[in-house]
């Protein structure tokens, strides 16, 4: 029995996200052919030089023609512009579809340009690392991990049907979400996170009377986390901030007025205030590792340091 | 040639860092006796129980008799109170010593209580995890990390030679730091990350359309990095941020008023000034790999999982 579910699968963008699906569609058998491109010369030339895809062009178009599946792994700013470019070489009854982290300004700007007989998917796999690049991709990266996907109410079922089951077959689960809901799910669940982590990485480089240096030196308190998500790819996450500005915004505002409580709370001397929510937050990282989305190992399970990792000290 | 540093070494506390220097004050043979007391008779049982001490005594003054070296491991809201109650049983020459988050409050609600010729040489150890308890503890917890001595300017100098050397001994780096600084380069390393870490914890779970499941689900967005921090003790860090207010509340100001600016740049559709924020904080993540105080493996080697992790999916 076969695994393949499409033929041709072009991927446009060859990224952490890109590479990590050709790498998986390899091993998995998913497709007969993968094409490939991406807009710097220096990625494309990586892409062939590590053989991830079968023939990498040098325009998205190009890439695009014959795809049965066309996935858009670019940043989401410019999902509109690669719909508009492929438009014409798409085959009638193909199937496009992106891995950006906000679905309703995406589908808002890939829309127009979908031509008739041909399918939008819209996808959202739930994964990643702070890494980025060609090189960064692993086979493993969706295995266990979520994937959501935001058809819209006239999409074709069975089109959907399939990018479920190409999915399934990557090793992710599925969910099927309205659009909308979803970008407020990833606003808090993500985007916020996010934010907040380059925010107070930056907040910290710039305290006068604190030297760069102590930061480094004593960042295992707590600090060294927040790093690690503030290390992600500049240009994906300016763009999903501008994209998802209305959830972004709301939930950065229930955000910051939490946070105004909290520091009531500390000037007041409000103890009790606290530790409640102190207490009360434990439970969710349980409710996490327990729905399989997080390590319990202590400390992320950090071990292949020179030596052992630690945090939470103060 | 023995480790010995100490005959005797009472510790006031049997949670994480207290039952971790139990372990490696044991496996390098730092000492000749170890007395502990915990508050709760439950700890007080484990640590029997286990065999973590030599002696478990019911008061911190029985704990504290005759040592030569006793750290106050406790949450720093009580210290002041610990050392009121064994200043009539430490013996002359003694060092009383401390592991708290705060060193300014510290030492003014401890030192009114140490007796001339006790020296208080308060320490910090940067090292810890999300779990606590007598159980939690492990050897290993202090290798490589820094602890930071803040010492007051009158205070004996073989005293804080011989604590030195006691951290060193552990494992640790060893910096001479003051009170104030201390506060201040914490509050920002350590304080401000795990206060900003409980809210959004708090923030996601009262948003009323996502619900708490979904939060699970889909946490590996980037979320779920900051649960681990939101799931250190609760009265630890009430009491740190009771401790540290003037230093904490001075951070988080700063670190509101440049979420604030980034709030406006996403409203404004203002992308230059997010990209370039998020590619300065990149480098920082590198010095702290450079620095030895964090794994370089992408996702922290997050490999104990039953599939491997991701993030940054946006």
Known sequence: MSARIFDKVALIGLGLIGSSLALIMRREGLCGHISGHARSEQTRRTALEIGLVDAVHDSAAEAAADADLV??????????????????????????SDVGSVKAAVIADMSPHIPDGVHLVPAHPIAGTEESGPRAGFAELFEGRWCILTPLPDTDPDAVRRVEAFWR????????????????????????PHLIAYNIVGTA????????????????????DFTRIAASDPTMWRDVFLHNKDAVLEMLGRFSEDLTALQRAIRWGDGDTLFKLFLRTRGIRRGIVEAGQETAAPDFGRGRMDHDGGDESG
């Open 169 to 192: 077959a990557c090793g992710s689960d599925v969910e099927i979400m309205a659009p909308d809901h979803h970008d407020r799910v990833l606003a808090i669940t993500s985007h916020i």
């Open 71 to 96: 996935i858009v792994c670019t940043p989401v700013g410019v999902s509109g512009a690669v719909a508009a470019e492929i438009r014409d070489s798409l085959k009638p009854g193909a199937i496009v």
């Open 205 to 224: 480089a710039d305290v006068e009377e604190v030297s760069e240096q102590e930061v480094m030196k004593f960042a295992a308190g707590g600090f060294r």
